[in-house]
DNA sequence: GCAGTGATCATA
DNA sequence: ATGATCACTGCC
């Protein structure tokens, strides 16, 4: 029978932004819809923001208003606003004191940060609150760990501000057909050996 | 290529 | 109170 997806705990956020961005390839965001419903999307595309000392992280101005929940616990959802329009939905990482987070650029059938919370109905509401059933939004393991080769890493989308820090490979990518493929094999009965 | 859009934050 | 900035998107 099929094992309950197992939700990934607090615990799993609480390690290096980019650790968590890239072994949240393949895994699953989740989320409830208002009739009940569950609607599951693997994650393909994230970016990991490390904290105070990188400089394209909210974090590195200071403690704000809005960027306060990023220096809380880990496995907190941070949501805002950017450019007036799209939410930006990230994970908090690491320890308190530590302003680090994982912006979801995609996933399921959503490419592009704004066009995922769009999709997903992801707006305010979620900011502060830990990812969890409990909240209606959550992540769930990967079924099957994505291999190394099929994971590009490139540098973070729109903060050419940022300096040095502009440049990092932070954004870590599978190309969501690669996803299909590894999920064809997982589940595709097994070949007559030789 | 660039306008739209409005919360947020520093400055005053 | 005011103005600059923006972890983007869609249409020219």
Redesign the pocket.
Known sequence: MMPRPAVLPAAFFDRPADRVARELLGGVLAVRGADGRIARHVVHET?A?LGGHDL????S??L????AV?FGPAGRW?V???????W?L?VVTGAPGVPA?V?IRGAGGFV?????T?GLGID?RFDGRPAGRATGLWFEAAAVAVPRRLVARTP????G?AGEWADAPLRFVVEPERLATLKERRSSPRRTSR
């Open positions: 970016e923001y394209a992280c909210h974090g101005k200071g704000t208003a809005r960027n990023m941070y805002y606003l950017c450019y007036g329009m799209h930006m990230n987070a912006l592009g940060p704004g066009r995922l769009r305010r973070r989308i729109g903060v501000y």
